[in-house]
């Protein structure tokens, strides 16, 4: 069993930046993808960026070259650098763990960027 707790989500306008943190019960980084997923009200549940156990990254088109994720195996913790945000980007934004056939997911947390 893994837990996935998200922080660093608020508020933030439009063009500026945050930080998203995900931090697991247990190291798992070696073994499993890390994901970040966000969901819009109204629309469903999206893939935004993922690192796997080898360390290579993969993003969706609309991130690009604005979002990074990354993470630090010695605290066991995904993260998901965020800049020139957009308000399109507001969403609930969710940490995954995948691997042997299994999936975990965090609570979420919620990003607004505002106009």
């Known amino acids: 069993q893994v837990q996935l707790v998200e922080s660093g989500g608020g508020l933030v306008q439009a063009g500026g930046s945050l930080r998203v943190s995900c931090a697991a019960s247990r190291s798992i980084f070696s073994i499993y993808t890390m994901g970040w997923y966000r969901q819009a009200p109204g629309k469903q549940r999206e893939l935004v960026a993922t690192i796997t156990s080898v360390g290579r990254t993969n993003y969706v088109d609309s991130v690009k070259g604005r979002f990074t994720i990354s993470r630090d195996s010695a605290k066991n913790t995904v993260y998901l650098q965020m800049n020139s945000l957009k308000p399109e980007d507001t969403a609930v934004y969710y940490c995954?763990?995948?691997?042997?056939?299994?999936?975990?997911w965090g609570q979420g947390t919620q990003v607004t960027v505002s106009s």
């Open positions: 995954n763990a995948a691997g042997f056939s299994r999936t975990y």
